[in-house]
């Protein structure tokens, strides 16, 4: 079964400090099943990504590997994501308490019916009032 990719599972995969067990097994999925992403996954990816090279965070190494990753991955980017940002991404955000960027993941779970691979509390925290299977 497909499933929704929050960017916090994703980028754990790159930083050398964020490596949980819970993360590696979501990667594994990726060879049977693809991941839905909100139409701004990319953008937040690449935001993370050049800061964290800018800071020092990473490597110009691990800047190159997290490319190569997020390039290759099998996602599926929802057209639908900026649609739904006036209505139910900005109810679930102000429900759950949640910023628009992580209301974007579980509107778009909710929507597909899909479950959620996050590392974020609140997400998750969220995802279980709103009767979101988690991954």
Same mark, same amino acid.
Do not use: C, H
């Given at each position: ?44 990816? *690449?935001? /993370?990504?050049?800061? #964290? ?8 190494? +691990?800047?190159?590997?997290? %490319? $190569?990753?997020? *390039?290759? /991955?099998?996602?599926? #980017? ?8 006036? +209505?139910?991404?900005?109810? %679930? $955000? ?42």
């Amino acid at each position: 079964m497909d499933f929704v990719l929050d960017a916090s599972v994703a980028l754990s995969w790159v930083f050398p400090d964020e490596k949980p067990e819970y993360s590696m097994r979501v990667r594994e999925r990726l060879r049977t099943e693809f991941a839905i992403v909100p139409g701004l996954w990319s953008l937040e990816l *690449t935001n /993370i990504v050049a800061l #964290s090279l800018k800071k020092g965070r990473i490597t110009k190494a +691990g800047f190159d590997e997290a %490319l $190569a990753l997020f *390039t290759s /991955i099998p996602v599926i #980017s929802d057209e639908a994501t900026f649609r739904a940002a006036w +209505g139910p991404t900005l109810l %679930l $955000a102000v429900d759950y308490g949640l910023t628009a960027y992580d209301a974007v993941y579980l509107e778009l779970a909710q929507r597909r019916k899909l479950p959620l691979a996050t590392l974020d509390d609140d997400l998750r925290k969220a995802a279980k009032k709103a009767k979101v299977k988690l991954i």
